[in-house]
């Protein structure tokens, strides 16, 4: 699982540095003509969907696997609990857990991505690529971040007592 979830936040990253990156490309050099303004149009559909599938999808693949690792780790969250910890510790690191995922698998993507811009020497002068590689970095982290949120609402309707009284 957590495989699959950091292949999902690679592969995201990296198509969104990509796509990201031609889209500018394709701006840059096709601007200010109305043959230009209609292949912009046409190609930005297809390549902004696409996008928005991957994020999606990295979204609901981390939502996924914190969750399970909420339902796995029910006994150790209620005996943390009965310890003293206040559950907005608890869902602390959960949330850290999702953004040191994201970190983890986004950065090498975006490194990918810029790799391969540059092997092809697709390189934009409209903005800077480290701005784009930012870009998507911290849209994959706030992606993580947000799919922690079924993980937290689990946590939130775990009766301690029954927890505890289930191991």
């Known amino acids: 699982r957590n495989l699959c979830a950091m292949l999902s936040l690679f592969l995201s990253s990296a198509l969104l540095v990509l796509m990201t990156s031609s889209l500018l490309i394709f701006h840059q050099a096709l601007q200010g003509t109305l043959l ?6 046409q190609t930005a559909v297809p390549q902004v969907t696409g996008c928005v599938f991957a994020v999606v999808l990295s979204f609901l693949s981390v939502a996924d696997l914190l969750l399970l690792q909420v339902r796995e780790r029910r006994q150790e969250i209620g005996l943390l609990q009965a310890l003293g910890w206040r559950p907005g510790i608890l869902q602390r690191m959960f949330v850290q857990e999702g953004i040191l995922l994201a970190l983890v698998s986004t950065i090498p993507g975006v490194l990918t991505a810029q790799e391969i811009l ?3 020497h697709l390189a934009q002068h409209v903005i800077a690529p480290v701005l784009v590689a930012t870009c998507a ?5 706030l992606v993580a971040a947000l799919s922690a949120i079924p993980a937290l609402r689990a946590m939130r309707r775990m009766q301690l007592a029954q927890v505890l009284s289930a191991g």
């Open 118 to 120: 540059m092997q092809q």
């Open 137 to 141: 970095v911290l849209l994959m982290v």
């Open 36 to 41: 230009g303004d209609f292949i912009l149009l």
